[in-house]
């Protein structure tokens, strides 16, 4: 759970936000350059709903917000059994190749980075994964989302 600032009171938000990459963007112009930022971040409630989201802004701050606005709004739900997810999974997007296993529980979350951010903010506590191909976290956060969606439950 985190606060959040609106309007000079603090609520609580039910979504777990992380940071996973900012990028500093630098674009020549006429009068010089013209230096803003690209942040992904990931949203979850850690009750099975997750949503990534890049954001793009002068400053830091409002990158982050307007990554999260759009994350919130692309939220997907992902379907668990248990701790754990239904089956094993191997997907290819892009560049990026990910595997995600099931594992029984007390394993704990055995992921890299971007596939570690995903799984934690989606609330699956017991997972085994891979990250094959690239190194790019935005494209391996991104097959990971796609990897989530193709879960099927009996």
């Known amino acids: 759970m985190r606060y959040q600032q609106r309007g ?3 609520t609580m938000s039910e979504f777990d936000e992380k940071i996973v990459q900012v990028n500093r963007v630098s674009k020549k112009t006429k009068g010089g350059n ?3 930022f690209s ?3 990931v949203v979850g409630d850690k009750k099975g709903r997750v ?3 890049l954001g793009g802004a002068p400053d830091v701050s409002s990158a982050v917000r307007k990554g999260v606005t759009y994350a919130k709004k692309h939220m997907i739900t992902v379907p668990m059994r248990k701790t754990t997810i239904p089956h094993e999974v191997r997907i290819k997007r892009g560049a990026a ?3 995600l296993k099931p594992a029984p529980p007390g394993t704990g979350i055995i992921a890299g980075g971007a596939v570690r951010a995903v799984v934690d903010a989606a609330g699956i506590r017991d997972i085994v994964s891979k990250i ?5 976290q935005a494209s391996n956060v991104y097959a ?3 990897a989530l969606k193709h879960f099927k439950t009996r």
């Open 132 to 136: 094959l191909g690239s190194k790019n």
């Open 51 to 53: 949503g990534v989201g």
């Open 97 to 99: 190749i990910v595997l």
């Open 8 to 10: 000079g009171d603090r």
């Open 34 to 36: 013209k230096i803003s």
């Open 39 to 41: 942040v992904l971040v």
């Open 144 to 146: 990971t989302m796609e």
